[in-house]
């Protein structure tokens, strides 16, 4: 299959690009405005083709989109804080930009995964979120997610364009952009920095291991049902401060270093998604988030080449704005 992978040299999409090239012998084009999160190295060891450009410009996506068989989009700007800070990338990408991809599939009658997330549910106290669940987002980040997947629904609906939409939950692995928690804890705790925790720390969410949010993506491309969504939960759910404990446990870091910070505004207390619909068709998370954690933490210790760079770079910046101390 040729595929058109849109916002590929980030985190999820590197990953997927990976597994589809590597398991799946699929032709990949990667189209990336590479923003702060998009790098070509993350995609250094996968064969490919790479069209630097942004999903809201239309000449740039109908020259890429030539001779594809799907589109799967992951292009987005991704991190709530972010987004509280200055929330009109997100409005440009999630909004105008998927309208773009999904106006040229339109043109072209091509198959059409949206790439989205648990937020846009919004939090909930007990039990799992089903596809059926309202809408309800919180961060200008999540609203705009729910946008976009609103108008490919409409897409389907309207115009009869094969649609999907896969919603994750929150994932970790090798090649996240140090500022998610669990690449900030890792690689503060590896360096013997403060380890920041937001409010006080029992905020749940529901982990995914990014190899299994690919092989979920692919598997929708494949078997899902044009105009279904489909969610795609982690194994197990886990408290933000239980998660840093057991990265300081595996690294040999000190609980000292923890320090509990000012709650992010709005911060969600618990995302949680069901499966069920998505292990109908044939796929089952095969990674416990122990044995992620210590594959993400062993990834991030035996690769500074990747984060050296960033480390160094306008993230020390980001990083003394974001907690008000500098990383050492
Ligand atoms: N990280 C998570 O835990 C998680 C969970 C569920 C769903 N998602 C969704 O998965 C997708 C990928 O997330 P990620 O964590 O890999 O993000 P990321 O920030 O690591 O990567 C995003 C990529 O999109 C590119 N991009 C941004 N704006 C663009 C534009 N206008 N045109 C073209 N490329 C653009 C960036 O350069 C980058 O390569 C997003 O849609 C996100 O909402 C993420």
């Known amino acids: 299959m040729r595929l058109l992978v849109c916002g590929g040299a980030g985190f999820i999409g590197s990953n997927f690009v990976r597994v589809r090239a590597r398991d799946h012998g699929d032709d990949v084009v990667v189209l990336d405005k590479l923003t702060y999160a998009g790098r070509r190295e993350n995609l250094q060891d996968v064969e490919h083709e790479f069209v630097h450009g942004a999903i809201e410009d239309p000449a740039v996506v109908t020259a890429a989109m030539e001779g594809v068989d799907a589109v799967v989009n992951f292009a987005a700007e991704t991190h709530v804080d972010r987004s509280i800070a200055e929330p009109d990338a997100f409005v440009t990408t999630h909004a105008l930009g998927t309208y773009v991809l999904l106006e040229t599939a339109r043109a072209r009658r091509v198959r059409y995964v949206q790439v989205s997330t648990d937020e846009v549910y919004g939090s909930i106290e007990e039990g799992s979120f089903t596809e059926s669940s309202p809408l309800a987002p919180s961060s200008p ?11 490919v629904g409409s897409y389907h609906h309207t115009y009869g364009l094969e649609t999907l939409i896969c919603r994750g939950s929150n994932n970790y692995g090798p090649y996240q952009y140090p500022e998610k928690l669990i690449p900030l804890m890792v690689l503060n705790a590896l360096h013997g920095d403060r380890l920041p925790v937001y409010g006080d720390g029992m905020n749940v969410r529901n982990w995914l291991y990014v190899e299994d949010f690919a092989r979920g993506i692919g598997h929708v491309l494949e078997h899902g049902v044009p105009g279904e ?7 197990d759910e ?5 998660v840093v404990r057991s990265i300081i446990e595996y690294v040999g870091a000190s609980e000292e270093l923890i320090e509990f910070v000012t709650d992010r505004p709005g911060h ?4 949680s998604l069901g499966s069920e619909k998505v292990r109908a ?3 089952e998370a095969q990674v416990r988030f122990a044995e992620g954690l210590r594959r993400t933490v062993d990834w991030y210790r035996d690769n500074a080449w990747w984060w050296e760079p960033i480390r160094s770079g306008d993230y020390r910046a980001y990083y003394e704005r974001q907690y008000g101390r500098a990383l050492g």
């Open 229 to 235: 969504v489909y969610n795609v939960g982690g194994p």
């Open 141 to 151: 980040y999540s609203a705009t997610k729910a946008g976009a997947d609103l108008l």
């Open 268 to 271: 969600d207390r618990r995302y």
């Open 238 to 242: 886990t408290t933000n401060l239980d």
């Open 281 to 283: 068709l044939g796929w």
